[in-house]
Nanobody
Framework: QVQLVESGGGLVQPGGSLRLSCAAS????????MGWYRQAPGNERELVAL???????NYANSVKGRFTISRDNAKNTVYLQMNSLKPEDTAVYYC???????????????WGQGTQVTVSS
């Protein structure tokens, strides 16, 4: 079993910054991808940023140039640096990971519990 634990959410004023962290733990042989999704009230969950092992990061158009995803593979951790935050960035942010638990198992998808980000003056 794999657990994803997020941290770093909170309340910030428009134009401010926050950094989210997500650490994966448990039975991990390899991680193919780690990313961040968000869901605002009344909206569907949407991809914010995705980091695939050996690939280039992908970003939602709405966050390009403001958000940066990075990974520390030694710590099985993914970060999301969010700058120039806007009220429309307000949502619950979820960490996502595609993990291979052992050499003999396929990839499985895991989700964190979510962390609230509120951008408001």
């Amino acid at each position: 079993q794999v657990q994803l634990v997020e941290s770093g959410g909170g309340l910030v004023q428009p134009g401010g910054s926050l950094r989210l962290s997500c650490a994966a733990s448990g039975s991990i042989f390899s991680i193919n991808a780690m990313g961040w999704y968000r869901q605002a009230p009344g909206n569907e969950r949407e991809l914010v940023a995705l980091s695939t092992t050996g690939g280039s990061p992908n970003y939602a158009n709405s966050v390009k140039g403001r958000f940066t995803i990075s990974r520390d593979n030694a710590k099985n951790t993914v970060y999301l640096q969010m700058n120039s935050l806007k009220p429309e960035d307000t949502a619950v942010y979820y960490c996502n990971a595609h993990v291979q638990a052992t050499l003999w198992k396929g990839m499985s998808e895991y989700w964190g519990q979510g962390t609230q980000v509120t951008v408001s003056s």
